[in-house]
């Protein structure tokens, strides 16, 4: 069958998920032997609709418990709903939960002739692709231990060199790649982003509003186990973006009043990578304001400073992100973006000045966060989010949000 470049590879109508809570093991069982419901019922998800074609990316976000698990099992195929229906064209892949099919007695080798039929890999077909496998997995000599004695990173190489051995029509993927370490990280993403290239359509969960940011299409927002918003990238995320502050706003009342900024907050997530971290983020001509006021920026440029450690002897890469106070992004750049190398100016330590010439914003209040990234620029090693505010005065009063390069005749 030919397939179109706008095909629908996964569609969802009004589906449903509901969690039956029992007040005990002893009462499910009388549920079910009684057949009469003795539970409470939860819904995780409610009336929830949409299609998504070959090859676009998409990228889910919410809070905690919004639903977006549930939406990847069901959309993998791992839970069934309870109202609805899904419909799934072609070969459906899930990273989730990677390694749980995996019997622990068996070695790595093994598990994946078990694990490869249990995703429709045929002997045969796991013959041809076993030395691709093993390869990707890196795992040596191990491969050869039952599964029992890996470490959890091992678990995910095996897991993920196995399920993705084969392009898939559509990937699902959880934060499962948060474990493992920074260089297979690298090798998943580039694997991920080659999948892409090949028009395979991709469906992530991610805490990380850079990854969306940079690799998804459009972003679907769930809110209390609905679809809150399904749409390009860039407005779902500044919705999202502005909900999570004022949620924020809501949790902290003795927090400065409307209006106010805080001062430079601590990272807003420490590094995961060994060592990898921002060490500064330093804005010239600042001047500190009383009463919470954000620092104001004297002149009309505006230069940042970021200095970072980087991951042993490799050169990182540094992203920078000014946004509007309210949440509405203006501009991310990164130096792996535009083939800029920050400089070294201690043993692993790295340094990038970023200036922005008679800053083309209308007056307002700004705040920028810092990223730091592998020498690929797909790994992100830390990121201190909304890091500083700043209010910036324009020599002339305009409305509006920026002054773009412009002509007129
Ligand atoms: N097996 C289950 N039994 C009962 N309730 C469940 C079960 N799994 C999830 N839930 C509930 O369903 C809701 C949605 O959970 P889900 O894990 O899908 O959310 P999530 O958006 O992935 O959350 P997080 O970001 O915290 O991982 C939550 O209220 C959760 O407590």
Redesign the pocket.
Known sequence: MKQLANEAVLRLRDVGKE?R?YPSPRARLKALLTGRATHRS?W?LRGVSFELRRGQCIGVI?D????????LKLLAGTLQPSTGTVERVGRVTAILELGAGFHPDFSGRDNLYFGGSLIGIDQEEMRRLEPEIVAFCELGEALDRPVKTYSSGMTVRLAFALVTAVQPDVLIIDEALAVGDQHFQKKCVERIMAFRENGCTILFCSHSPYHIRHLCDAALW?KG?EVEQFGPTEPVLAAYELHTRQRQADFEPQAAPAGAVPAPAPPARASQAEGARILSVEVANLEPQEGGQPALLQGQDLVVTITARGRGQERPHIGFMIEQSQGVGITSLGTHEEGVAPRCIAEGVWQVTLTFPQLPLHSGDYVISAYLFDATGLVVYDEWLHYLHLRFVAPKLMPGLVQLPHRWE
């Not at 905690?64 to 939406?71: P, V």
Request: no cysteine; proline share 0%; hydrophobic share 35%.
């Open positions: 969690y809570l939860h995780a919410g905690n418990g919004a639903g977006k698990s549930s939406l769930l186990g």
